[in-house]
Structure formats: C-alpha cells, structure tokens
C-alpha cells in the first residue's frame, strides 16, 4: 500500500521538523559550511523520488525516497559529525506510530546511512538518497558573498565555481550521470577531488547496488 499524500505533507511539515532544519541550517551556517536547510533538503527530496522514477521504482519508495531527502540532514542541530543518526533517531521517535513499521524502518535507514560510507546498502531508497544528496554541488550554496574570504575555504570555493548541476539517467545504457560545469579560473579540478572524492564514490557504491553505474562529466569531460 502506498503512502497517501496526505501523510507525506504531514511528515514534511510537522512543526518538529521544520524546526529541525531551520536549526541546523542557522548552526552550520554559523560554523562556516554551506546551505543544509530547507532550499537543500527540498532539492534533495525532488531529486530523490525523481531517480526512484526514472530508476522505475515502485511509487511507495518513490515516495520514501522524497520523505527521507527532505529530512536527512535534520540532526545537524545537534551534532555534524552523528548528525546522520541522530536525525534517524529523531525521525523514528516522532513518527513511530504513524508509519508501517517496514516503511519507517527504510526512512530511517536511508536517513542514517546517507553519511555512513562504510556500510553496505541493502535497500534502494537509501541508495538513491546517498546520490541525490552528495550530488547537489551548486554555486547558490555559499552562504558567503565576499570573494576573498569564499577563496580561504575550499569547500566554498568548489561549491561556487560549480555554476551548473545536473543529474541524468540512462536506462538504457544504465548510467547514472551528473553533469557540472566548473569555472577552473576560480577553482582547479584538483580541490574539487580533494573534498568529493569519497562522495563521488559513495555515489557509485551506491548506483552499483541499484544495478547502474555511475559518472561524472566536468565540463564535458568524463572523469569517473
């Protein structure tokens, strides 16, 4: 049985939640990262039941796929480093009795293994959760908009010099392939690796399990 829209709406906008995010963008905002709130979690969820879609999953895990993308970066609040599982643990314990317990179960799950690389996959909605969220590299992140002080953090810098972001699929060929243009004036290839590389391959770990392969073209040239 799937999950009534109406739940959906509920869950993403529960006043708990809501201020989850609100709190974790305000204090990685403060500690320097870029945007972790709701902008990103609304792209990450969009994105999520996008590729369950074109993967041809079922429409429930389409479905578990755009709940988990909109809360999965909700514990940052309270810790970055656990931010994963302790936005699992919160999820489980606000809607312990409003879902079945094997759709709580993968909610909770993908939540929880989105920043947790040395764990095996063993469903598909946190796979696609896992390239849905390390995919979304975009200017319009950098909360920063002094130039000088954007060149002293390297995350910022890469996360700028990306002016465009897109993730594709070909069943066909079965591949998964995100798209960037990055202005190397600004940034060179290198420091991209330098912070995405373990990313990068989560994302093919992940699209392995769900039977694809996953690429990365930067300015047109195919680098994974």
Known sequence: MNIPNSLIKKICQHPHIQEFIKFSEESLRANGYTNHGIIHCQLVAERAKNLAKE????EKEQNLSYISGYCHDMGNFLNRKFHHLIG???FYDLFKNE?????????????????????????????????A??????????????FDLIKKDIHNRVNFATYSSKLETNTDLKD????????????????????????????????????????????EIKIL
Do not use: W
Request: hydrophobic share 50%; glycine share 2%; net charge positive.
């Open 133 to 146: 969220d390390k995919s979304d590299v975009r200017r319009e992140r950098v909360y920063q908009k002094n």
């Open 88 to 90: 699992a643990i919160l």
């Open 55 to 58: 993967l041809k999953l079922s």
């Open 176 to 219: 998964i392939n995100l798209f960037l243009k990055i202005d190397t004036n600004f940034v060179s290839l290198i420091e991209y690796f330098e912070i995405f590389t373990q990313r990068m391959i989560y994302c093919q770990k992940a699209a392995k399990y769900l039977g694809y392969n996953f690429h990365l073209i930067i300015n």
């Open 99 to 131: 879902l079945k317990v094997q759709d709580l179960m993968a909610i909770v799950q993908a939540i929880a293994f989105h920043d947790k690389k040395e764990m095996n996959f063993i469903n598909p909605v946190s796979a696609v959760l896992v390239i």
